[in-house]
């Protein structure tokens, strides 16, 4: 009986602790400006992660406008990403790969949409696209930089 009680003791632990760590969407957007410019790059990369993983769902379900704004959400949040890695010069590989792993997501995305429904994902492919060229510039520069 007490190994019983034990048991389900933890088992309510680990899902309480792994509640806490499912911040929403909302969540981290609200904690975003008060973050730190090395935080601010992690938390828009999340933001941007569960942005598209909604739109994929919401273009799946056949909701397009929002799906839309959260291709939008995409782009927008790996730009703070990007700025905030560049302000403290920290997260630049993580964002650039992220970047390109989310351009990729949208890629495979688009090729499931209607004709009329691919422009909003044409657009953040190519925000992402930019956002990337300009961190491996950035990374790039500073080698030679220091040569």
């Known amino acids: 009986m007490r190994a019983v009680v034990l048991s389900l003791i933890l088992l309510l632990a680990v899902g309480v602790m792994h509640a806490a760590k499912e911040e ?4 981290l957007k609200a904690r975003l400006p008060n973050a730190s410019a090395e935080n601010r790059a992690e938390i828009s990369l999340r933001i941007a992660q569960l942005q598209l993983h909604a739109a994929d769902k919401f273009y799946v379900e056949g909701h397009v406008e929002p799906a839309r704004d959260a291709v939008a959400d995409v782009a927008d949040y790996c730009e703070k990403a990007r700025d905030a890695a560049l302000q403290s010069k920290k997260h630049l590989k993580t964002v650039e790969i992220d970047s390109r792993k989310m351009a990729d997501k949208l890629r495979d995305i688009k090729r499931t949409l209607n004709f009329e429904d691919q422009p909003a994902v044409d657009q953040a492919i190519r925000r992402l ?19």
């Open 129 to 147: 696209e930019e956002i990337r060229t300009s961190l491996l510039k950035e990374m790039f520069s500073d080698k030679k930089e220091k040569k």
């Open 24 to 27: 929403t969407v909302d969540d």
